[in-house]
Nanobody
Framework: QVQLVESGGGLVQAGGSVRLSCAVSGRTINVYAMAWFRQAPEKEREFVAAINWSRASTEYTDSVKGRFTISTDNAKNTLYLQMNSLKPEDTAVYFC??????????????WGQGTQVTVSS
């Protein structure tokens, strides 16, 4: 099992920045890809960003390209999402995910509980 705990959410003004963290623990030996997703009120969960360190690659949904950056620490114990130039439409609960099982924009075995990010206009 892999445990994921997000932190760093909160209330921020439009144009501001927030960095989310996701602490990773448990049986992580086979974890080589992780991602961030978000879910706004009354909307489906959507892919935000993914990182695959076996391929040294990252990918982002179009709406956050150039504003958000996904990264990990050297030990791969923490996943980050640096969010800059925030917009009210970025308001959502943000989830981290690990244990890629197929589509990197959808299929992960492990999920965190989420952290709320609210962007005021």
């Amino acid at each position: 099992q892999v445990q994921l705990v997000e932190s760093g959410g909160g209330l921020v003004q439009a144009g501001g920045s927030v960095r989310l963290s996701c602490a990773v623990s448990g049986r992580t030996i086979n974890v080589y890809a992780m991602a961030w997703f978000r879910q706004a009120p009354e909307k489906e969960r959507e892919f935000v960003a993914a990182i695959n360190w076996s391929r040294a690659s990252t990918e982002y949904t179009d709406s956050v390209k150039g504003r958000f950056t996904i990264s990990t620490d050297n030990a791969k114990n923490t996943l980050y999402l640096q969010m800059n130039s925030l917009k009210p439409e970025d308001t959502a609960v943000y989830f981290c995910a690990a244990g890629l099982r197929g589509n990197p924009k959808r299929d992960y075995a492990y999920w965190g509980q989420g952290t709320q990010v609210t962007v005021s206009s």
